[in-house]
Protein backbone atom coordinates (compact mmCIF):
# COMPACT_ATOMS: atom_id res chain seq x y z
CA UNK A 1 0.00 0.00 0.00
CA UNK A 2 1.47 3.77 -0.15
CA UNK A 3 2.09 4.93 2.81
CA UNK A 4 1.20 8.32 2.08
CA UNK A 5 -2.17 7.21 0.44
CA UNK A 6 -3.12 5.15 3.68
CA UNK A 7 -2.61 8.28 5.81
CA UNK A 8 -6.25 9.76 6.88
CA UNK A 9 -6.05 13.72 6.38
CA UNK A 10 -7.89 15.11 9.20
CA UNK A 11 -10.54 18.03 8.77
CA UNK A 12 -9.80 20.94 11.67
CA UNK A 13 -12.60 22.84 13.14
CA UNK A 14 -14.06 25.86 11.25
CA UNK A 15 -13.21 23.79 7.55
CA UNK A 16 -15.79 22.06 5.17
CA UNK A 17 -14.93 19.26 2.27
CA UNK A 18 -17.70 18.30 0.20
CA UNK A 19 -17.30 15.64 -2.38
CA UNK A 20 -19.44 15.54 -5.74
CA UNK A 21 -19.84 13.38 -8.63
CA UNK A 22 -16.32 12.81 -10.82
CA UNK A 23 -14.50 13.60 -7.99
CA UNK A 24 -15.03 16.87 -7.53
CA UNK A 25 -13.32 18.31 -4.06
CA UNK A 26 -14.86 21.53 -2.51
CA UNK A 27 -12.58 22.19 0.20
CA UNK A 28 -13.97 25.84 2.30
CA UNK A 29 -11.99 27.04 5.29
CA UNK A 30 -11.33 30.54 7.10
CA UNK A 31 -8.59 31.82 4.32
CA UNK A 32 -11.34 30.71 1.23
CA UNK A 33 -12.61 28.05 -1.04
CA UNK A 34 -10.33 25.79 -3.34
CA UNK A 35 -11.94 23.16 -5.84
CA UNK A 36 -10.17 20.69 -7.76
CA UNK A 37 -11.54 17.81 -9.97
CA UNK A 38 -9.59 14.91 -8.81
CA UNK A 39 -8.74 11.53 -10.75
CA UNK A 40 -11.87 9.64 -11.12
CA UNK A 41 -10.60 6.07 -10.23
CA UNK A 42 -9.94 6.91 -6.82
CA UNK A 43 -12.48 6.67 -4.05
CA UNK A 44 -12.69 9.44 -1.56
CA UNK A 45 -14.80 9.10 1.59
CA UNK A 46 -15.66 11.69 3.74
CA UNK A 47 -15.62 10.03 7.55
CA UNK A 48 -16.55 11.89 10.41
CA UNK A 49 -13.70 14.34 10.68
CA UNK A 50 -11.36 12.66 8.04
CA UNK A 51 -11.05 12.23 4.35
CA UNK A 52 -9.98 8.88 3.50
CA UNK A 53 -8.71 7.76 -0.38
CA UNK A 54 -8.97 4.45 -1.69
CA UNK A 55 -7.71 2.77 -4.85
CA UNK A 56 -9.88 0.53 -7.11
CA UNK A 57 -6.84 -2.22 -7.47
CA UNK A 58 -3.11 -2.27 -7.86
CA UNK A 59 -1.81 -1.65 -10.81
CA UNK A 60 1.30 0.65 -11.41
CA UNK A 61 -1.05 3.84 -12.19
CA UNK A 62 -3.41 3.55 -9.59
CA UNK A 63 -0.42 3.15 -6.83
CA UNK A 64 0.95 6.23 -8.00
CA UNK A 65 -2.43 8.51 -8.28
CA UNK A 66 -2.81 7.19 -4.94
CA UNK A 67 -0.73 9.08 -3.33
CA UNK A 68 -1.00 11.90 -5.32
CA UNK A 69 -4.89 12.27 -4.69
CA UNK A 70 -4.01 12.35 -1.20
CA UNK A 71 -1.57 14.93 -1.01
CA UNK A 72 -3.57 17.38 -3.32
CA UNK A 73 -6.48 17.08 -0.92
CA UNK A 74 -3.80 17.35 1.95
CA UNK A 75 -2.39 20.61 0.43
CA UNK A 76 -5.72 21.99 -0.25
CA UNK A 77 -6.69 21.92 3.75
CA UNK A 78 -3.70 23.39 4.63
CA UNK A 79 -4.11 25.97 1.65
CA UNK A 80 -7.74 27.13 3.42
CA UNK A 81 -6.53 27.14 6.84
CA UNK A 82 -2.87 28.67 6.93
CA UNK A 83 -2.35 29.81 3.22
CA UNK A 84 1.58 28.79 1.59
CA UNK A 85 3.93 31.40 1.12
CA UNK A 86 7.32 31.61 -0.65
CA UNK A 87 10.13 34.35 -0.01
CA UNK A 88 11.95 35.51 -3.04
CA UNK A 89 15.64 37.80 -2.87
CA UNK A 90 16.75 39.86 -5.20
CA UNK A 91 20.45 40.43 -5.42
CA UNK A 92 22.60 42.32 -7.62
CA UNK A 93 23.10 46.30 -7.38
CA UNK A 94 20.67 48.23 -8.58
CA UNK A 95 18.43 45.33 -8.66
CA UNK A 96 14.96 46.65 -6.77
CA UNK A 97 11.63 45.59 -6.45
CA UNK A 98 8.83 47.98 -5.87
CA UNK A 99 4.79 47.35 -5.55
CA UNK A 100 1.90 49.34 -5.97
CA UNK A 101 -1.33 48.08 -6.13
CA UNK A 102 -1.76 44.89 -7.53
CA UNK A 103 1.31 45.87 -9.90
CA UNK A 104 5.04 44.79 -9.03
CA UNK A 105 7.95 46.37 -10.47
CA UNK A 106 11.39 45.08 -11.16
CA UNK A 107 14.08 46.92 -11.52
CA UNK A 108 16.58 43.99 -12.64
CA UNK A 109 19.59 45.84 -14.62
CA UNK A 110 17.17 45.68 -17.97
CA UNK A 111 16.67 48.48 -20.23
CA UNK A 112 12.94 48.87 -18.39
CA UNK A 113 11.57 48.12 -15.60
CA UNK A 114 9.62 44.85 -15.23
CA UNK A 115 6.03 44.98 -14.47
CA UNK A 116 3.87 42.10 -13.46
CA UNK A 117 0.35 41.94 -11.80
CA UNK A 118 -0.58 39.63 -9.15
CA UNK A 119 -2.66 36.80 -10.74
CA UNK A 120 -6.30 36.02 -9.24
CA UNK A 121 -6.20 35.25 -5.50
CA UNK A 122 -1.96 35.41 -5.10
CA UNK A 123 -0.58 38.20 -3.00
CA UNK A 124 2.92 39.44 -3.41
CA UNK A 125 4.02 41.61 -0.45
CA UNK A 126 7.77 43.62 -0.10
CA UNK A 127 9.85 43.00 3.04
CA UNK A 128 12.47 46.09 2.86
CA UNK A 129 13.66 46.86 -1.09
CA UNK A 130 15.12 43.66 -1.64
CA UNK A 131 12.51 40.59 -0.57
CA UNK A 132 9.29 39.19 -2.13
CA UNK A 133 6.87 37.09 -0.31
CA UNK A 134 4.21 35.73 -2.66
CA UNK A 135 1.38 34.64 -0.51
CA UNK A 136 -1.83 32.22 -1.54
CA UNK A 137 -3.61 29.41 -0.72
CA UNK A 138 -3.18 27.25 -3.36
CA UNK A 139 0.26 25.91 -3.05
CA UNK A 140 0.73 24.86 -7.20
CA UNK A 141 -0.68 29.00 -8.07
CA UNK A 142 1.89 30.14 -5.19
CA UNK A 143 4.90 28.58 -6.28
CA UNK A 144 3.98 29.03 -9.87
CA UNK A 145 3.67 33.13 -9.75
CA UNK A 146 7.18 33.05 -7.51
CA UNK A 147 8.42 30.63 -10.56
CA UNK A 148 7.73 32.92 -13.00
CA UNK A 149 9.34 35.84 -10.88
CA UNK A 150 12.14 34.09 -10.41
CA UNK A 151 12.35 33.37 -14.32
CA UNK A 152 12.91 37.34 -14.89
CA UNK A 153 16.48 37.17 -13.96
CA UNK A 154 17.47 34.23 -12.54
CA UNK A 155 20.61 33.80 -10.28
CA UNK A 156 24.38 33.26 -12.14
CA UNK A 157 26.93 31.40 -10.18
CA UNK A 158 30.02 34.24 -10.76
CA UNK A 159 28.50 37.55 -8.13
CA UNK A 160 25.34 35.93 -7.14
CA UNK A 161 23.26 38.64 -8.54
CA UNK A 162 19.74 38.03 -9.90
CA UNK A 163 16.40 36.69 -8.26
CA UNK A 164 16.54 33.35 -5.34
CA UNK A 165 14.15 31.81 -3.25
CA UNK A 166 15.26 32.73 0.16
CA UNK A 167 16.36 28.87 1.25
CA UNK A 168 17.96 28.43 -2.31
CA UNK A 169 21.82 27.63 -2.62
CA UNK A 170 23.94 29.20 -5.58
CA UNK A 171 27.08 27.25 -6.21
CA UNK A 172 29.63 29.85 -7.12
CA UNK A 173 31.95 29.59 -9.89
CA UNK A 174 35.58 31.40 -9.59
CA UNK A 175 35.99 33.75 -11.86
CA UNK A 176 38.60 34.24 -14.24
CA UNK A 177 42.03 34.55 -13.12
CA UNK A 178 44.62 37.71 -14.24
CA UNK A 179 48.09 36.58 -16.89
CA UNK A 180 51.33 37.30 -15.46
Not at 65 to 91: D, P, S
Not at 110 to 118: G, T
Not at 140 to 148: R, Y
Request: cysteine-free.
Amino acid sequence: MSRIGRMPIAVPAGVTVEIAENNKVTVKGPKGTLERVLPSEMEIKLEGSEVIVTRPNDLKKMKSLHGLTRTLINNMVIGVTQGYEKKLEVNGVGYRAAKSGKKLTLSLGYSHPVEMIDPEGIETVLDGANIIIVKGIDKEKVGQFAAEIRDKRRPEPYKGKGIKYADETIRRKVGKTGKK
